[in-house]
């Protein structure tokens, strides 16, 4: 059994100024800066959102927009065909269902084209203050390595970590692991030595061989951790 208190602490204390880091100013923009993350980096979506944000500033901006336009508009995100494909879709939902206003719900955040429950979720707790668990990349990751779930879906993580994390920390917390996954739990060569929640990590203490067991998850990494850890120590920076 997890501690989870903690786990909740440690993030607390190592990431304290944790929080969405795509720029938006209403409820609108996130909901479109979040499509646009995806497969991109928030750095390259803000570069590009700020100028987006200037020509379109309703649902329907973008349900009117050209979808040739707008796919140029938003090119250097990648995948700009679908994403211009959603955001015009959207719009259009919008304006049809919910008088151009960015529904407040789950289940109606869901029904809008492009719109999953990772982006419903951001959505919620980042504009509206209503708590949701965002499974993301590095937040999938992190949690599998911990070994706070066993799933690879994003959905059934997310009802796990519903289970493990208490409602009010649900936002917060993805943020923390969001921060954690960029910085110390990568997906290659995470920096296993430094991480501070080490001692509550299944995939950590197995590539580090601070502990038995048969992790297959954590074994992939055993190699590759101790190879840095090796670095580190060359360099002065191991114990």
Known sequence: ?????????????????????????????????TVLSAQCTDERVNRVSKDLFKKYRSAQDYASAPLQELEEDIRPTGFFRN?????????????????????????????????????AN???????????IVVDTHVGRVVQRLGLTRHQDPVKIEFDLMELIPRERWTRFSHEL????????TARNPKCPQCPL????????????????????????????KHQLAGLRRKGGGR
């Open 83 to 119: 994403k211009a494909k959603s955001l015009k879709s959207c719009g259009i939902s919008l304006m049809e269902r919910f008088h151009g206003q960015v529904p407040r719900t789950l289940d109606e955040l869901v029904t809008l084209p492009g719109i999953g429950r990772k982006t």
């Open 178 to 185: 969001i921060w954690h996954g960029r910085q110390i739990c």
């Open 1 to 33: 059994m997890k501690d989870m208190a903690a786990i909740l602490e440690i993030l607390e204390k190592s990431y304290p100024n944790a929080k969405c880091s795509l720029d938006f100013t209403d409820p609108l923009e996130l909901l479109v800066a």
């Open 198 to 225: 080490l001692e509550h990590c299944d995939y950590g203490r197995e590539a580090l061989g601070t502990r038995g067991g048969g992790d297959p998850v954590a074994r992939r990494a055993k190699s590759a951790a």
């Open 122 to 132: 951001v959505i919620l707790g980042t504009a509206f203050d209503t708590p949701g």
